[in-house]
């Protein structure tokens, strides 16, 4: 009998297809697993109204990108340091032409008429404005509306499905089962930034004024008030670049968050006299302005500590470009600032997703309504940024597109840097996750941070002299004000580069948390991959002196450190050094830095993890040598 109905379901399939367009079976390709907090399900779309549905279109060799990048930024690879162009990297990942057959001929085989359809300048995206009743039909789903406590409404689905012979050529199908909902800043009452997932790292509850700023020059007290001084000493960072005008040191900044000029001039004449008069050379995205004469404590901070810090490391002599994304109504995304460098990730050729990333011009009242940065801005060869996202803020697929954008970057010989976060093993906001995956204050799972768990970004932890210590003791991991950013990604697995290091912890210290609250695999990226002093940075704020504490605090450092190992390199002709993951796990490089191994990391009502010998994810490898990494950096080609 079972035999025979098979048969008899084959056997009419099989005289189905030939009298229809042939279909082959639908599969899932994207799922949900919950709503995100604040949302509630309100009722079905209606069929007629319209939708703009967008297909990223599954990119060529991309599946090999990790190995292109490998292969120039392993020491020991005879390719070391031979990045790419634009065009290279534009042309080696273009979907192929089969690629965007398949999804128009699929699409026009389903009744929607060739003229609707439209492809991306860079043929990444295929867009199509359909009825909610043809975008269910194609994609066997339902279209229902979601409702946010603050009234915003967003339109997607739970589930959707895709035919077997169209699914290995589509990444993700946007509005979907994203719920990376724009909120503005007014409903949320948050910063456009932060609502949207955005969070600035630097830890503004604990500031405090940092007295009187006479009595903390010098390496006295450094265990409770960092200025430029202990950080040059810390890391033997004593370097007056030469090759100035080949250079900059890029800092991304995503307004309302943007810099007060007279506190950078207080800071300057108290602690970095050599800034005195200088700017950052500010690059406005997408209508961002700085500096700012009517922001806050809270917009200032970040900003301030980031170009104080920043500016100070690489010496007055060595300009520092500010990237300002967004306009004051709206602010940006992480992808608003990578179209902005990029021009194949723009808008329908790249990993956007309209209803997560900012589309301008934005026609909201005071919106910039210029047109869309795209493929304008030049990039830095260093790259850092003091903002992050929670894993669990983003689709999978959303955030694989844009870690791989990280790893065109690297291709390009950028080198690209993210804090790994303030709150332990929990996420921004002292969220964990729960069992169904959704984040909240009363989780319990290991919250990671994302870009930093990308493994094409050098994710950067924070470390602190121990109180009553000085800069000559070892650091300890950051405790206390805010505990480093660490662990174990949800969405990336590990790349060969630190495979060693993070199996020599998961073998020597294996955390002993049941495997229900950690990635235990022992198959996932860990992150961070170095750190830096993070605690009690002095930063001239508003007027006054504060301190401030923060992974947001360590980035800068690593990335000025990094400018001025770019300097040297450039200096004698050589080439920047890129990304840079797979030089400092090296053997080679073991030696480059400074092994923490006191401290630990708790979030989610444990004790996180440990600092340990070797790699550990709190610190990673440890903080850098300066005058060892330069000169084992010179020596590469
Ligand atoms: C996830 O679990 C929490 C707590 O049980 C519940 O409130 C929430 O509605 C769930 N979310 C989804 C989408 O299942
Ligand atoms: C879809 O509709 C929008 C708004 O009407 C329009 O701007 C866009 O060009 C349309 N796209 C296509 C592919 O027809
Ligand atoms: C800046 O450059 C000038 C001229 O080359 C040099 O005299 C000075 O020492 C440099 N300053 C720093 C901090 O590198
Ligand atoms: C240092 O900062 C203080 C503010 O705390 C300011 O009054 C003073 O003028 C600054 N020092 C110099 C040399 O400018
Ligand atoms: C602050 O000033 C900038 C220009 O300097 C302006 O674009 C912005 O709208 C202002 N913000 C507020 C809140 O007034
Ligand atoms: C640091 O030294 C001070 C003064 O000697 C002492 O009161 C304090 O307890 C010490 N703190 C720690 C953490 O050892
Ligand atoms: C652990 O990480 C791997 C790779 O990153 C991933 O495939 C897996 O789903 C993760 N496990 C959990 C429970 O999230
Ligand atoms: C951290 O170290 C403490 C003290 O040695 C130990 O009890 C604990 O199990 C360790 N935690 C992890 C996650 O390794």
Same mark, same amino acid.
């Given at each position: ?38 949302? =509630? ?128 050529? #589509? ?88 810099y007060v000029q007279s506190d950078l001039q207080m800071f ?23 500096p700012?004469t ?30 300002? #994304? ?6 940006? =995304? ?47 060869? #260093?790259? =850092? ?27 390009? $010989? ?105 990635? =235990? ?19 001239a704020?508003d007027g ?63 004790? $996180? ?29």
């Amino acid at each position: 009998m079972r035999c025979l109905s098979i048969f008899l379901i084959a056997a009419s399939l099989g005289l189905l297809s030939s009298a229809e367009p042939f279909r082959s079976p639908y599969n899932i390709h994207e799922k949900r697993t919950c709503i995100p907090q604040g949302w =509630s399900l309100t009722r079905r779309c209606n069929p007629i109204s319209s939708i703009p549905l967008r297909f990223a279109l599954k990119q060529k060799n991309i599946e090999e990108i990790g190995n292109y990048l490998y292969d120039m930024s392993h020491p020991n690879s005879p390719n070391y340091g031979k990045h790419w162009t634009a065009g290279d990297v534009a042309r080696t990942f273009a979907p192929t032409d089969e690629t965007v057959g398949v999804v128009r001929s699929w699409l026009i085989t389903s009744g929607i008429g060739e003229e609707r359809i439209a492809l991306g300048r860079a043929k990444a995206w295929i867009q199509v404005n359909v009825t909610v009743e043809e975008a269910e039909e194609l994609m066997n789903t339902e279209y229902n509306v979601y409702t946010h406590l603050s009234g915003k409404v967003h339109v997607a689905c739970e589930v959707y499905y895709l035919p077997e012979h169209v699914q290995p050529h #589509v990444d993700f199908i946007t509005p979907s089962v994203h719920f990376d909902a724009k909120l503005t800043r007014r409903s949320s009452g948050e910063s456009a930034s932060s609502a949207r997932g955005i969070g600035r790292l630097g830890f503004v509850s604990d500031l405090e004024t940092a007295g009187a700023v006479s009595s903390i020059h010098g390496l006295e007290h450094c265990d409770t008030s960092i200025t430029p001084i202990c950080l040059r000493t810390l890391y033997d960072l004593f370097y007056n670049p030469v090759a100035t005008d080949k250079n900059s040191f890029g800092i991304v900044e995503y307004t309302p968050n943007t810099y007060v000029q007279s506190d950078l001039q207080m800071f300057a004449r108290n602690f970095s006299t050599d800034l005195i008069g200088k700017e950052p050379y500010l690059v406005s995205i997408d209508g961002g302005y700085a500096p700012t004469t009517n922001g806050t404590i809270e917009l200032d901070i970040e900003s301030d500590l980031d170009l104080e810090y920043g500016m100070s490391l690489v010496t007055g002599n060595q300009t520092v470009t500010l990237y300002q #994304v967004g306009d004051a109504v709206n602010g940006a =995304s992480m992808n608003n600032f990578l179209d902005a460098i990029d021009g194949s990730y723009c808008t329908l050729d790249g990993g956007d997703d309209p209803l997560q990333d900012i589309v301008y011009p934005d026609i909201l009242p005071g919106g910039y309504m210029g047109p869309e940065a795209c493929g304008t801005v030049e990039p830095t060869y #260093v790259i =850092s940024t003091s903002y992050s996202y929670n894993e669990a803020d983003l689709g999978p697929f959303y955030a694989e597109r844009q870690c791989a954008e990280y790893a065109k970057l690297g291709l390009m $010989g950028i080198t690209v840097l993210y804090s790994s976060g303030d709150n332990g093993v929990a996420g921004n906001s002292d969220l964990c996750l729960i069992s169904n995956h959704t984040q909240s204050h009363d989780g319990y799972i290991f919250n990671p941070t994302f870009p930093g768990t990308c493994p094409y970004v050098t994710s950067v932890g924070a470390t602190m002299v121990k109180p009553n210590a000085t800069v000559f003791d070892p650091e300890v991991a950051m405790m206390g004000r805010i505990y480093s950013g660490g662990g174990f990604s949800n969405y990336f697995g590990m790349p060969e580069y630190q495979k060693k290091a993070v199996d020599h912890y998961l073998t020597k210290y294996r955390p002993d948390y049941p495997s229900t609250i950690w990635n =235990s695999t022992g198959m996932s990226r860990g992150y961070p991959d170095i750190s830096a002093n993070g605690a009690n940075y002095v930063v001239a704020l508003d007027g006054g002196f504060r301190h401030i504490s923060g992974t947001s605090c360590s980035s800068p450092v690593i990335g000025a450190i990094l400018t001025m190992i770019n300097d040297a390199r450039l200096a004698i002709g050589k080439g920047p050094i890129g990304f840079v993951n797979p030089t400092i796990y090296s053997p080679e490089f073991a030696d480059a830095f400074n092994d923490i191994t006191e401290g630990n990391n708790p979030g989610c009502g444990t004790a $996180g993890y440990n600092a340990t010998d070797g790699w550990d994810p709190l610190t990673g490898l440890g903080t850098p040598k300066f005058p060892k990494l330069l000169a084992l950096w010179l020596l590469l080609p």
